[in-house]
């Protein structure tokens, strides 16, 4: 009885790690050149007014995208310059992009824990003679990260403002993220696609979940 308890423990946690892990999954494919081709390339992506043109910006968010991912300080992004001399990026804009690095690098050590813990649990799961539950624990929370995104994809079709200032709010400091519309991060990446990016979470995690909640093996749900 008391190892039943223990495996029905065990499900329940994977319930809650499950929908953290597609999530992030998620997050990580964005962090990719390929998603930075889609974008640009999409209908009806905005123009940038200042001069970008497509291959401009896939050239500097480019390298702000190996900036993210890479072991090297803010010099990397300080020391570039447009043609005429002057810096890409102001002191702010630097000053939030160690702060997005800070985040995208916690973000990603904790998707790789949880990665691992889950195939840990599921390697334990399988020899231990207790696959159903670690299943049904997949299973549900398959459905509860389909249902999570299915309203956050409401949400930001609804009203992405509040939506993308609530975000901002919880990672960073207040202040420090907005900026004008001739800074080369909003040019870069103006609020299309910031939206593109949340709805591409929610409908790559959301349909990971539903199809997890599907199609996985489950008993006494």
Known sequence: MKIEFFHKGISWLVTLLTPVVL??????????????????????????????????????????????LNSQGIEFLSNLEFEDGSPVYNERELRHMVDVKIVVKNV???????????????????????????LRGVSRGGWLTGILLGTAILLVLLSFGV????????????????????????????????????????????GCGFLLGYFVRRKDL
């Open 23 to 68: 999530v992030l999954a998620g997050v990580r494919l964005l962090l990719t050149p390929t998603f930075l081709q889609v974008e640009y390339n999409l209908p009806g992506f905005p123009a940038d007014q200042y001069g970008f043109t497509k291959e401009d910006r896939l050239y500097w968010s480019g390298i702000a995208l190996e900036y993210l």
């Open 163 to 206: 939506f993308f200032v609530g975000f901002h709010q919880v990672f960073f400091e207040q202040g420090t993220w907005t900026f004008l519309y001739s800074d080369t991060l909003i040019r870069l990446f103006p609020e299309r696609f910031w939206r593109d990016t949340f709805l591409f979470i929610g409908i790559f995690a959301g």
């Open 108 to 134: 990603l050590s904790i998707w790789y824990v949880i990665l691992g813990l889950l195939i840990l649990l599921g390697v334990w799961a399988w020899f231990g003679k207790w696959g159903d539950s670690f």
